[in-house]
Nanobody
Framework: QLQASGGGLVQAGGSLRLPCTAS????????MGWFRRAPGKEREFVAG????????TYADSVKGRFTISRDRAKSTIALQMSSLKPEDTAVYYC?????????????????WGQGTLVTVSS
């Protein structure tokens, strides 16, 4: 029900945009978010957006570099990533929350995409 794409190999300092398409039935009134899992590390919250798009939340590690947005008419969200660092290398997952806002706890999210790999070279 969630399809993430846009991953790839990019040099440090570069940019990538990750779009995620969701089912309108399961996302229109729900917060949505992005998580990532780096090799050998736990899954971590990256960014979230409320059902209306009016409220966004970011992990400290990506603030000022990443921007999350959503197009409710198209049932899509996107993560615009800039000034990428090697430590941003991870599989990125989009997810739909069971709530109308987006929390940082992965247990609040009920639908998950398959993930898209982002590799940042130094």
């Amino acid at each position: 029900q969630l399809q993430a794409s846009g991953g790839g190999l990019v040099q440090a300092g570069g940019s990538l945009r990750l779009p995620c398409t969701a089912s309108a039935r399961t996302s229109s009134n729900n917060g949505m978010g992005w998580f990532r899992r780096a090799p050998g590390k736990e899954r971590e919250f990256v960014a979230g957006i409320s059902w209306s798009g009016a409220s966004t939340t970011y992990a400290d590690s990506v603030k000022g570099r990443f921007t999350i947005s959503r197009d409710r008419a198209k049932s899509t969200i996107a993560l615009q990533m800039s000034s990428l660092k090697p430590e941003d290398t991870a599989v990125y997952y989009c997810a739909t929350s069971r709530k109308s806002f987006s929390g940082t706890d992965y247990s609040e999210y009920v639908y998950w995409g398959q993930g898209t790999l982002v590799t940042v070279s130094s």
